[in-house]
């Protein structure tokens, strides 16, 4: 499949500062492109990169075969949307003028918005689970509120390319869950999307494309089921980690420290266990347990 995005032997240094070394990713429409890698790896700044914010010291981005820096920014801006990280805004709009503003790059100059784009930015809101917070101060909702106010922006924008830093980072559990099923049922209907993320279950759970950036180079690439592995998780982020397949058949990472405590813990309880045991049995009680893990209540040894 021809790559819509495609960054190649990028370089980029901040004030002489190497910051991205040679990175090469192609990304196709309708994929999900998941950046992975330690703080300060240079994720942002490749999305940056990817936007045409910034020139490249080296090497070329190109969206749809055209480099990102001759595209006019209000033709890039109806294609792409960006979702920062943190977003401040100074005056107090209400949520639905916020994801109004989605509309601007289709507008002319002197613009009033029309029901149409009421209709639209209500229901991106609608779908995002936030249209009960359209009146509310955007200043007064909380962060993660906010960060579903920017994407709900992104698809009033009806770009059809979403580039993301973190989108769940701010977010509940159960927001996380929500945002990650509609980045899918999105990609499904042809939506491409490059996020940056901690998370590496989410790349194995909705499966896509991994970078892997380490000290601004890329360490790994490929299929989420083939890059996340063991090993490439454990060199990225100096952690002895496995990576492991539920009953249900979704794999998830586990880092050994955990396993370990929770190990010894286990081993803890079972001989607290086994002591209370042996005294009690003597005294004609026992432990019964209704099923494996339980605590177990003491009853009579009906077997003595
Ligand atoms: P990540 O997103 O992986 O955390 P960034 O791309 O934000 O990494 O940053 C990569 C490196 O570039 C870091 O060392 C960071 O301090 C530095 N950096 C980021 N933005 C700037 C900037 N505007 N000016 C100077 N250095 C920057």
């Not at 709009?93 to 109004?100: I, K, N, P, T, W």
């Not at 794999?251 to 086994?274: E, G």
């Not at 002591?275 to 177990?296: A, M, P």
């Amino acid at each position: 499949m021809m790559a819509f995005i495609s960054v190649n032997q990028v370089s980029f240094a901040y004030n002489g500062k190497s910051v991205l070394d040679q990175v090469s990713v192609a990304i196709p429409k309708g994929e999900i492109l998941w950046v992975l890698g330690p703080n300060g790896s240079g994720k942002t700044t490749l999305l940056k990169l990817i936007l045409g914010f910034y020139r490249p010291d080296a090497g070329t981005v190109l969206v749809n075969g055209c480099p990102v820096l001759n595209l006019p920014s209000r033709i890039l801006a109806r294609d792409i949307a960006y979702v920062p990280q943190v977003h401040h805004m100074a005056f107090s709009f209400r949520m639905l003028d916020v994801v109004m503003m989605g509309r601007i790059p289709h507008k002319p100059f002197f613009f009033r918005y029309s029901k149409e784009d009421e209709h639209l930015a209500e229901s991106a809101m609608a779908r995002l689970g936030i249209v009960h917070l359209k009146n509310r101060p955007y200043t007064a909702v909380s962060g993660g509120e906010r960060q579903l106010c920017l994407i709900a922006r992104a698809l009033t924008q009806g770009a059809r390319t979403f580039v993301m830093d973190e989108p769940v980072s701010g977010l509940d559990y159960g927001n996380q869950i929500r945002l990650l099923t509609i980045i899918q049922s999105l990609a499904q209907e042809g939506y491409t999307f490059i996020q940056t993320t901690h998370f590496p279950d989410h790349a194995l759970w909705m499966d896509g494309q991994v970078l892997m950036l380490k000290n601004g180079k890329v360490v790994r690439e490929g299929s989420a089921e083939n890059a996340i592995t063991r090993t490439s998780l454990s060199d990225l982020y100096h952690l002895d980690m496995d990576v492991t397949q539920t009953r249900s058949g979704i794999r998830v990472c586990v880092p050994d420290a955990l396993t370990s405590q929770i190990k010894k813990k286990s081993r803890t309880d079972t001989s607290n266990d086994q002591t209370k045991e042996g005294r009690n049995r003597q005294s004609g009680f026992v432990l019964i347990k209704s099923k494996k893990g339980d605590k177990g209540k003491w009853g009579r040894d009906m077997s003595m």
